[in-house]
């Protein structure tokens, strides 16, 4: 079987990918390659699929907010299920660069919900994030909870990719599973996450930021165990049976939050890399930012129960996996700083 990957070069796209080469998939791959952050560690993950592919990997340089350039790069591919991990990331960035969120997280999905229609894809499964639940109070996060408050524009779009998704599902019955990440963390990771940037200020000795004097708390998910989830998901779609599915869908549309269901303090990540690279950070303790969250907790009732996801790896544990690669990342001096 063939599918495709969006945001291929991105972090959950690339081990996504990685995954269904390893149990011998055909993959196709579109990927914007914007530089959001260095361009170097996309192309690097991307050079780390096509060593592993045996000739079964096709990847496509193209943004999926444009149209017209998307069909033309995919006319000519055929493939059965599709993967939707392409996006604008990050919280913070929303506030200064808006209309990126609309092009490549709301035009975008609705360029591959398109793509999901005229295809007659058997399955999307496409990212949403942990970030829909904005100032919800109550804990840990369900799937069935109120999500009309979000306080990012990066929030916003996914709520939005949601909604249109459901669309799509009522009027097209089009297969999909919408899955909440919650703060995944691991090789291959992102720059601009706490997890990089604290491990390259500890390593060198300069003080890392604590937003809200580290009085937060986030459900830190590895990466390996965010690929099962989405894995599983992929084998399983939803049926068209009328049925309430998780979200209160009764169409084939499913939502799931996908996290490790233990939101860990903050200082305890921190506490946890100091030990992974033994040395002692310096902190410089700071209010909390604006767009940011006090705690994020997922409840896995959903996903645990029709796919069996079990988180099985601790933040001791991933953090150490993280530096053990961020250190040979940095020997090949491909490291962003």
Known sequence: ?????????????????????????????????????????????????ERIADDRLTIHRVDIGDADALDSALKNDEFDRIVHLAAQAGVRYSIDNPRAYVRSNVAGHVNILELARHRRVAHLVYASSSSVYGANKAMPFRVEDRVDHPVSLYA??????????????????????????????????????????????????????????????????????????????????PTDDGQPKPGGFTTPHRLYNIGNSQPEPLMDLIAAIEQACGQSAKLNLLPMQDGDVYETYADITDISSDLGFAPRVSIVTGVKEFLRWYLRYEERGAAPS
């Open 1 to 49: 079987m063939t599918v495709l990957v969006t945001g291929i070069a991105g972090f959950i796209g690339m081990h996504t990918a990685a995954r269904l080469l390893a149990r011998g998939e055909t993959v196709i791959g579109v990927d914007n390659f914007n530089d959001y952050y260095p361009v170097a560690l996309k192309e690097a993950r991307v050079a780390e699929l």
């Open 156 to 237: 916003a779009t996914k709520r939005a990719d949601e909604l249109m998704s459901e669309t799509y599902a009522h009027l097209f019955r089009v297969p999909q599973t919408g899955l909440r990440f919650f703060t995944v963390y691991g090789p291959w990771g992102r720059p601009d996450m706490a997890l990089w940037k604290f491990t390259t200020n500890i390593l060198s000795g300069k003080p890392i930021d604590v937003y809200n004097r580290g009085d937060m708390k986030r459900d830190f998910t590895y990466i390996d165990d965010i690929i099962d989830g989405v894995i599983a998901s992929l084998d399983s779609p």
